[in-house]
């Protein structure tokens, strides 16, 4: 019964959402529109400075009630001052030392939230400044100054063949290049917010906006010396997180459990739009330098990456976005010489974080550029440098990873030249550019990304789902796994469905909850559908089974459930991730399986450059991606057309303007993101190659659509703009029109 073949009457189907009408009608709960008996608001006193020694806060302010707040400092903390994540290195609240704008110093609540912001802004802070690192570069040349060691947060190394042979081959052509991104806020619908509720009997119990109770969880007992059983944590609906409520919730949740203890009131702590921005993760500025060796027919011969992230002042998801910035580095291509060497570096920035591709978009924006330089260097079409060098069935990825499938590579790039009209577009724009004030051009982008965490990740994690009848004879799936907007809840009712053959409304989805709900891990990496939706269906199956083996027929499951739970009791039944076989991944030497599968894709814009005010627009896009099985259509087509008007603006529009570690333009009216009238269309088309892997050979997707945007948009700046003056080169982002003409100016041009 669990091998059987499944019938797939949900999956492929584009079925109502399962939160929407609750959220359409108003229904739904966000953590603002919760309000528990006596409840409080908590607010936070931050640093005005990016480094420094903390001399005195002072509370002394005559106009403000003192005596009625409840005031938290690093005394208050019961357990260890740290946010428990990777590393152990940032404290919840700063003590005797600041290391970056807005780090947490004090926390301040009372039942007035507007006498609170009075009393906020009343606190002195005196802090004995002193000098900071901000850039990649700074951090580079004092790596001792600062942290009294060496401050690289992780480094990792890739090898595979002997790059120096490859660069000293006779004839081949060495072609160089720097490449950089920017920071991008993720500017989810809904801020962070939390509230937390302290009993000496029941123990800790909070209630948030968040992707990862489990973190949350993992984060709370040691802050507050507890065991386990007296740490709950219960997400509501969440407005939105592309990793931006990864790991910082744990964060707020702390603040806010801290003042609920002392005030043995319950304390709700939401931030406005600006705190919010200023104050927590944002995607890590990169460094990218290349060195290509390539023969004069084409063929990549060798690659020399170096890969710098700026993290921040702690290490938080560091670690994990540089890994996966450092395998993505050298892409889809068969290239037999390869060397990586990356390094996150600490400056004194708030600290970088998780955000939709973590790490891959940094990398893949400088390998996909750097290709259409090496491309121009041998005298080939973009795409016929591609063409030539992509990995297929067989083939060795820069990790040692032999592809057990075929990428298909070719074949998603000649469907995105099709589809966008490449071939006719390209004279055309050729012959009507060199009069044209407003200039069109092409360009493409052709990548992966692995599903799922990196090597041994999966394993050592050993998450866990969940299926239990009711008494009804419905289902309900058990996870940790967060609806954020993406669609989990909807898509885990098709599955565990199919699996089962009943009816899509007979499956109900847990709220995620840390009493009620096993660890299914974090909702990141693309791993809800391929990992957790696998273990759904592998539960679900099992359930199944149990019924047959305790003699009820499954003709109708619904039924046979509701016979079960009636005659036997409870009934419920566990899945437990397994690794598959033939997959091996070294974590000393960063080689092997990096990722059990990985989803393909080739992206190409077309833009329009105007020469009088230097402004790029993308007026059509094109994506083609293999993500296996499609479980929704209208779901999927979503995560493809959100990811794209994201990656829009980290290309041309959003930029974080820094001054001394401080974000200045913490507002939405001058943090500058696409809206819907600079969106192009956005034409998305699926090639479907299942993988074992994934429920119904679904893959991963919601990483996937931030890879390729970048670079697709500004090789085709280029491409628009290259009869003036041999071409103009664009190498970071976001291309901002100043940007354009300053290189105009650059090149004598303007």
């Known amino acids: 019964m669990v091998g059987e073949t499944i019938q797939s009457n949900w999956v492929g189907r584009s079925v109502p959402r399962r939160e929407g009408v609750s959220k359409v009608t108003g229904r739904a709960c966000y953590v603002d529109d919760l309000s528990l008996p006596g409840m409080i608001h908590g607010a936070t006193v931050r640093s005005p400075v990016a480094r ?42 700063a003590d005797g030392v600041v290391n970056h704008p807005e780090e947490p110093l004090a926390l301040i609540a009372h039942e007035d939230k507007y006498l609170l912001e009075r009393a906020r802004a009343a606190v002195k802070v005196e802090i004995d400044e002193l000098p900071g690192l901000f850039s990649i570069e700074e951090a580079e040349a004092k790596r001792h100054v600062i942290w009294g060691e060496d401050n690289v947060f992780k ?118 739009r600006a705190e919010d921005m200023v104050a927590t993760t944002k995607r890590h500025p990169s460094r990218t330098r ?19 992230l700026d993290g921040g002042a702690y290490a938080t998801l560091s670690a994990v976005v540089l890994s996966r910035g450092t395998i993505h580095a050298s892409g889809p291509y068969d290239v037999p010489n390869v060397r990586i060497r990356s390094a996150a570096l600490a400056t004194n920035h708030p600290p970088h974080g998780a955000f939709r591709g973590f790490g891959a978009p940094q990398s893949i924006f400088a390998l996909e550029k750097h290709l259409d330089r090496v491309a121009a260097a041998v005298g080939l079409e973009p795409e016929e440098l591609r063409r030539r060098n992509f990995l297929k069935h067989g083939g060795v ?87 954020i907007g993406q669609g989990t809840n909807t898509i885990f009712s098709q599955v565990a469905a199919d699996a089962l053959g009943v009816d899509f409304m007979d499956v109900e989805v847990a709220r995620p909850d840390t009493k ?104 059509d896009f094109v994506a083609v991606q293999d993500v296996g099985k499609v479980v929704h259509p209208v779901l999927a087509a979503g995560q493809i057309e959100g990811g794209v008007a994201q990656g829009i603006g980290y290309a041309l529009c959003e930029e974080v303007v ?25 034409r998305v088309f699926f090639a479907e190659h299942p993988t074992p892997h994934g429920p119904q050979g679904a893959k991963g997707i919601g990483e996937l659509p931030l890879d390729g945007v970048a670079p697709a948009v500004l090789n085709a700046v280029e491409d628009a703009l290259r009869d003036l003056g041999g071409g103009l080169k664009f190498s970071s982002i976001p291309l901002l029109p100043e940007r354009v003409y300053e290189t105009f100016v650059k090149g004598g041009l303007a």
């Open 290 to 308: 290349h060195r290509t060796a390539v023969t004069a027919d084409g063929k990549i011969l060798g690659m020399d990456i170096e890969f710098l």
């Open 397 to 483: 990825t820069a990790t040692g990873q032999v592809l057990k499938e075929e990428p298909g590579l070719n074949a998603l790039m000649e469907r995105a030249m099709k589809e966008s009209g490449w071939a006719e577009k390209r004279e055309r724009f050729a012959r009507e550019n060199p009069e044209a004030r407003v200039k069109r051009g092409l360009g493409l982008a052709t990548f992966m990304h692995g599903a799922g965490f990196t090597g041994s990740g999966e394993r050592n994690l050993a998450s866990v789902v969940g299926i239990e009848g009711l008494a009804d004879g419905r289902v309900r799936v058990l996870a940790a796994s967060t609806e």
């Open 658 to 682: 820094w001054k001394q570690g401080r974000m200045m333009n913490g507002r939405m009216t001058n943090y500058i993101m696409p809206t819907a009238a600079d969106a192009p269309p956005i």
């Open 155 to 272: 480094s990792f190394q890739i090898e595979r063949g002997d790059v120096g042979k490859a660069f000293a081959a006779p004839g081949v052509r060495i072609v160089e290049g720097e490449y950089r991104t920017g920071a991008q806020e993720q500017l989810y619908i809904e801020p962070n917010g939390m509230i937390a509720q302290w009993s000496e009997a029941d123990g800790l119990t909070v209630w948030g906006s968040l992707q990862c109770p489990y973190y949350v969880h993992k984060a709370l007992t040691p802050m507050f010396n507890l065991p386990d059983e007296k740490v709950r944590v219960v997400q509501l609906e969440t407005g939105g997180g592309f990793g931006g409520k990864e790991e910082y919730p744990s964060m707020l949740a702390g603040h806010a459990a801290l003042l609920a203890r002392k005030s043995g009131r319950p304390v709700k702590m939401i931030y406005d």
């Open 52 to 93: 420094g020694s903390v001399r005195a806060l002072r509370f002394d302010d005559p106009s403000i009630p003192w005596k009625e707040f409840t005031i938290v400092t690093a005394r208050d903390i019961p357990g260890k001052n740290v946010v428990t994540l990777i590393e152990h290195d940032q404290p919840l609240l």
């Open 516 to 619: 009620f709900v096993p660890n299914s891990g974090p909702t990141v990496a693309s791993r809800t559908v391929m990992i957790v939706g696998k273990l759904v269906e592998t539960a679900a199956l099992s359930l199944k089974q149990v019924l047959l083996d305790a003699g009820y027929e499954v003709g109708d499951v619904r039924e046979a459930v509701r016979r079960y739970i009636a005659e036997r009791g409870p009934l419920k039944v566990y899945s437990q991730y397994k690794q598959p076989p033939g997959v091996f991944w070294d974590d000393k030497l960063y080689r092997g399986e990096a990722y059990a599968t990985y989803a393909w894709a080739c992206y190409l814009a077309e833009v329009s450059v105007d020469t009088a005010t230097y402004e790029a627009r993308v007026e």
